[in-house]
């Protein structure tokens, strides 16, 4: 379904050469939710523009992306990416009202998005739309449908969001922190549309996100991005209860502590910034865990049991 190889993605500045994420690698199956989580300007997001085949007319893109029959994303033409957006990769966007045109009405853009999705004429794609909105939670499907965005709540337009991603019954889902903006009542209501979507069409789905809570509920895998580097990944529970990578284990102890109520200890040191050149890992300056051999050389994934972690700290393994 989804097969990420050493994914890469630099760009140029004052002819040096800026690395913003560095050999990703991840698979997902028929019905597999992969998490990925990590702080602000990991490079979160880049994976999904990247799977969405946006940023193919950037110069230094390197790896591999096989998804929904395409054997590289990264080479494919406009033609063939389109068709993969249209047929199979749906989208949940991070801002669900800046998503929707304010000036149309909501039947006016569903329909449009259905038509391109599924061939379907005027008076067809009308009926589906209804279908949709029924699907996702509104009682009142033809009220919705004659209403601008603007009279929508951000959770009301987020679900209009997930029912056009899954009109054309996509094979994979991005989902770009789709809870971000939205009350704690929403953020359940539209993971659990997600989820009933999943069972339904067993699409696989990536997950975006900052809410550690709604990664460890609804995510099978998690990925682990640290200053656009793959720290760690394996399955959620045991990711969640013994993380290896010491970003890992600062990640998850503050959001226990959070949850306990206890005051969580600040992070060492600072972030490096995009243009730092340091031979060694990305976290060496806030990690307290380090070793000489970390600001040396730059660690690789290795296995570790069912997971896979980039630390000097664990030197066995096989390397990926």
């Not at 998804?67 to 991070?94: D, H, T």
């Not at 929508?152 to 679900?159: D, E, I, P, Y």
């Not at 903006?181 to 339904?200: N, P, R, V, Y």
């Not at 340091?278 to 730059?298: K, L, N, S, W």
């Amino acid at each position: 379904m989804i097969d990420v190889a050493d994914l890469s993605v630099s760009i140029r500045k004052d002819k040096a050469v800026i690395p913003l994420l560095k050999d990703v690698s991840f698979s997902l199956g028929p019905g597999e939710t992969l998490g990925i989580i990590g702080e602000s300007g990991s490079g979160k997001s880049l994976v999904t523009y990247t799977l969405l085949g946006l940023l193919n007319h950037t110069a230094g893109l390197e790896g591999n992306i096989a998804v929904c029959g395409c054997r590289n994303l990264l080479k494919a033409g406009r033609k063939e990416i389109r068709q993969l957006r249209r047929q199979k990769i749906g989208y949940v966007p991070q801002n669900p009202q800046g998503s929707l045109t304010p000036t149309r009405k909501i039947e006016a853009q569903m329909q449009e998005v259905i038509a391109v999705k599924t061939g379907l004429r005027r008076k067809e794609a009308a009926n589906y739309a209804a279908e949709l909105l029924v699907k996702v939670g509104f009682s009142e499907p033809g009220r919705i449908l004659r209403m601008f965005p603007h009279q929508l709540s951000g959770g009301m337009c987020q679900r209009i969001a997930v029912a056009m991603a899954i009109a054309g019954r996509p094979e994979v889902i991005l989902a770009d922190e789709p809870t971000s903006s939205l009350d704690l009542l929403s953020k359940i209501e539209i993971m659990t549309l997600l989820g009933k979507a999943q069972k339904e069409y067993n699409f696989a789905m990536v997950l975006v996100t900052h809410d550690l809570g709604i990664a460890l509920k609804y995510c099978s895998t998690l990925a682990v991005l640290y200053s656009g580097r793959l720290v760690e990944m394996g399955d959620t529970r045991e990711l969640c209860f013994d993380p290896r990578h010491p970003y890992s284990k600062n990640l998850f102890g503050c959001f226990f502590n959070e949850r306990k109520g206890r005051e969580s200890a600040l992070f060492h040191g600072e972030p490096p910034v995009l243009n730092d050149r340091a031979p060694g890992c990305r976290y060496f300056a806030c990690c307290r865990e380090r070793i000489t051999a970390c600001e040396v050389q730059e660690p690789v994934l290795i296995r570790i049991g069912t997971g896979q972690v980039a630390c000097w700290l664990y030197d066995g393994g096989e390397n990926q």
